[in-house]
Structures are given as structure tokens and as C-alpha cells.
């Protein structure tokens, strides 16, 4: 399992936002269904409301992230500013592999540990298990 969002050492690089692509879409591409978004008004005149949103990813709320703005869209675009750069966003391949190290056996052993094929060749499950540290 993968530590605490903010435990992470990211490796995902977003792109400079632009007016139609802006770091909002770029996260939620990023995270799929494992992001929500909690959003909501917490003050300001009838005619200039003021919102209130923060990411929950994977379950995890993540109130440092926690931005305003003058609309929930604008605070939420904040918010995935802040949590792009925090350099805690870990690329989505190196999660899947994680996610599939998870489904394995532990064994205590490590010398009797099998190869494990990854894209790029076969490795040694010692070798695996320092790259699944080393991503955590």
C-alpha cells in the first residue's frame, strides 16, 4: 500500500495551465476515480460568494490543499494547483505497479523470492521490493 499522499515523493509532472486546460482537469485525469472533491460555500455576500474546497484522494481528505475562491469551479482549480505542485503526485504507472506488488505473496525469504517481469525486462523480486520501497 502506498503511504500517505503528503508521505509520497511524487514523480508526475503536470503541464503549465492554460485557459482551456488548467491544473483541475489535468488532476482529475491524473487521479480517476480515486480523487473527490469536497466544495462548498462558506461565505460572502449574496452577489459575491465566497467557496471553500479541498481534494480527498483515495479516501485521504486533504485539508493542506485547502483553497478559496469566488466560485466552487475557481476554488477547486485553486486547490489542484496547490496539490500539482506539492510534488506528492506519484506517476499513475508507478501506482499501478504497486497496486499489483500489493496482490503478491510476502514471503520471508527474499532469496527465494521468483523473477518479476516488468515492462522493462525481468527482475529479481529483491530488486522489485527495493524499486516498491524506493517508490514509497
Known sequence: MLPSF???QGTETFREPSSVWGYLPQLNEWA???????????????????F???????????EVFKALGKSKKAAKEEAARLMCTSGHCVSADVYAVVERAERLVVIDDYSRFPSVLLPSGSVS??????????CS
Open 125 to 134: 523480486a529483491v530488486g522489485f521490493y527495493n524499486f516498491l520501497f524506493l
Open 32 to 50: 480517476g476515480s480515486k480523487l473527490e472533491w469536497f466544495a462548498e460555500r462558506v461565505g460572502g455576500k449574496d452577489h459575491q460568494p465566497e
Open 6 to 8: 503528503l508521505d509520497r
Open 52 to 62: 471553500e474546497a479541498f481534494p480527498i484522494y483515495d479516501g485521504e481528505r486533504l
